[in-house]
């Protein structure tokens, strides 16, 4: 890519950054898609943009509750729409995962234990069930082909200190919570999320990375909401239940995913996109 003046510092699973003389970051949202902690070989069209555009929304609705890391929405042509100005953070060495509803890893804990990172949880609840309130379930960052690991808050505190892991908590339960009172309003449950933070130069805590994107969030449909199994839902989730049925082990390089699939997956991202903004994505 033609960047002028920006320089390519890394790829993520699904962002490329590059920096200027400024030490100002161009992040770009490509269309690749991961799952289980790998970066699936066929790209999702249209994906970044979209990711790009719901995480601006976000950070603007949220703003009031913590700063983020948006500079300008103004970037060079070639990735125009998918790319956003952000200033460098040191980022917090945990994913700070809130959890409203019972499903995904924490479903497999709760089965085993009664326990979600190691926080008790009301026996007979099934998978898709809301939970008392919501939980703070941290989680391990992974590097690309590494697995995520959950973790309990005193682990996270052993990582990123005990005021950080409290601070943390709170902003990441106060972040879901406004979230999904919204999307409640829009007909869409957010069952859970994880947020990214960290510091800028003067030692403020911001939000950074994505927000409440269908690649970072589970967003169900909340007519057709009920406990006890797979939920409607307008994200990923449908590519991560059709992989295992692919006959994949998780373990080598994953497959190509179908035509359907992808065509599919573009559909709920999209309609997630118009249900949360009110706006077609264009």
Not at 106 to 117: I, R
């Amino acid at each position: 890519m033609n960047t002028g003046d920006w320089k390519h510092l890394r790829s993520g699973k699904v962002r490329d950054l590059y920096t200027n003389e400024n030490g100002e970051l161009l992040l770009v949202a490509s269309d690749r898609i991961s799952a289980f902690d790998y970066v699936l070989p066929t790209p999702v069209p249209n994906k970044g943009a979209l990711l790009t555009q719901l995480s601006l929304f976000w950070f603007d609705y949220l703003k009031e509750i913590v700063p983020n890391h948006i500079i300008a929405k103004e970037v060079p042509v070639e990735v125009k729409g998918r790319a956003v100005i952000a200033k460098p953070l040191q980022m917090f060495a945990i994913e700070c995962v809130a959890r409203g509803y019972l499903t995904g890893s924490g479903w497999v804990e709760y089965q085993k234990s009664q326990t979600v990172c190691g926080i008790p949880l009301p026996a007979g609840l099934k998978d898709g069930s809301k939970l008392p309130e919501p939980i703070f379930t941290p989680a391990t960052k992974a590097e690309i082909g590494d697995h995520d690991e959950n973790i309990d808050f005193a682990r996270a505190a052993q990582i990123v200190g005990d005021e950080n892991a409290a601070k943390l908590r709170d902003l990441t339960l106060r972040l879901y919570t406004k979230a999904h009172d919204y999307a409640a309003t829009r007909g869409i449950i957010l069952a859970d999320t994880k947020f990214e933070f960290g510091t800028d130069v003067d030692g403020n805590i911001l939000l950074g990375d994505e927000a409440l994107t269908p690649d970072s969030s589970r967003f169900w449909s909340a007519d057709e909401w009920k406990p006890g199994g797979v939920q409607a839902s307008f994200d990923k989730q449908y590519v991560r239940d059709w992989l295992p049925s692919s006959g994949w082990d998780r373990a080598s390089t994953p497959p190509e995913l179908p035509e359907e699939i992808i065509a599919k997956t573009q559909e709920r991202y999209m309609t997630a996109y118009q249900l949360l903004t009110g706006k077609a994505f264009i």
